[in-house]
Each structure stands twice: as C-alpha cells, then as structure tokens.
C-alpha cells in the first residue's frame, strides 16, 4: 500500500454588492513535495464569471475548459449570456455524473448577472450552496478565519481583494502545502479583470 498523497490549495471567494472576488495561492504540492509555484487555480470563463478552485490542477483544467465552452456555446445560441446558476448547475450535473469516479477538485464558481453577484460553492460530487464569502482546500480552515472575523455586507471591491488576500496569506503561513503567490480575479458589471499578487512572509 503506498501513502496517501494530500493534494495541497488554497482557495477564496467573497461576494460583495457590487461584485465578487476569486483568489487562490498558486503553489503546486503532491504531499510535502513542490512541483510548481506558478499553477494556475483562478480561471476567467467569459466577462461576467469566473471560478477559483483547489485540488489536482488537470481536473480543475477540465472543469474550466468545460465551462468556458458550454458558456460559449449558450451565448451563441442564445444571444445572451448564461446566468451564474445555470453555469453552476450544468458543472453539478458534470461533477456528479463523475460521482463514482470524481473530479479532485472543490470549486467556486462567481459571477455577476442579471440577478446581481453570486457565489457558488460545489464540493467534487457537485453540490450548490451559495453563500456571501467561502473558503476552500487544505489552508481552508486558516482562510476561514480571517473571513469570519472580518467581512461586512457592505464591502467594497477593493475591501473584499484586501481580504481575500489576507486570508490567503494566513493559509500560506501555516500551511506547508499552499505558497507561492497569489492570482487574482474581480468579476462586476465591467467585466472580469485578473490580478497577480506577490507574497512575502517573514520566517
């Protein structure tokens, strides 16, 4: 029997009324061991939603390029952009089909709409709760906190990347599996806009 490898990410989401915001740390680990500290975890889908994740980088890749794709396809078709919670639910109904064989990937999935922001929370078998800030992957618990203690219904943007931000330093501080840096993204009624944030901690 060989050892349980943890799959190591930390990821954040907070809602605010104007928009929301994504992040995630961008270290790649396989137990204690760094393959990369550039991985990319935070994926634009189109101009008005976006997802942040952790779990194995190939299935968050997947689910990224599943949704960039079917979005795509929707406004075609359509003449207008899917909603947040039709974007979420086409993503359950994919994870859930995986049930028995699941993606290793927790997502959050923000975006803003006619219905105003949303941010939508899916576990690897695909369940929905939406909800006003989450945290998610091996540093949750140490994000959490700080998001617990410190948001507000009436955050700006900039308070809420502030946050998100600080959370994730407090993850990548103690938890031996998160680091890197950080990405980034703001989704609003301007768009979807990425941001890179270098992280240095005093040891």
Do not use: C, W
């Not at 605010?16 to 992040?23: E, F």
């Not at 207008?80 to 995986?98: E, G, I, T």
């Not at 993204?185 to 890179?196: F, L, N, S, Y």
């Amino acid at each position: 029997m060989g050892e349980e490898v943890q799959i190591g990410a930390t990821a954040v989401g907070i809602k605010t009324a104007g928009g929301v915001v994504l992040a995630a740390e961008k270290r790649v680990s396989y137990g204690f061991y760094t393959l990369s500290s550039s991985g990319k975890k935070v994926f634009v889908v189109d101009d008005k939603l976006a997802i942040a994740s952790a779990g194995i980088i190939a299935d968050m890749q997947a689910l990224a390029k599943i949704l960039k794709l079917n979005a795509k396809s929707y406004e075609l078709e359509m003449k207008k952009k899917p909603s947040v919670h039709a974007m979420a639910k086409l993503l359950s109904v994919v994870m859930f089909s995986r049930r028995f064989m699941p993606f290793f990937a927790e997502v959050l999935v923000g975006g803003v709409d006619e219905e105003g922001p949303h941010l939508i929370v899916m576990d690897p078998l695909g369940s929905l709760i939406e909800d006003n800030y989450a945290a998610l992957g091996t540093g949750a618990k140490l994000a959490a906190a700080v998001l617990d203690g410190n948001y507000r219904n009436d955050m700006s943007i900039e308070e809420a990347k502030k946050l998100a931000v600080q959370a994730l330093k407090a993850a990548i501080e103690r938890d031996p599996v998160s680091g890197g840096g950080i990405d980034l993204v703001v989704v609003d009624e301007k768009g979807a806009r990425e941001e890179e944030v270098r992280v240095q901690l005093v040891i």
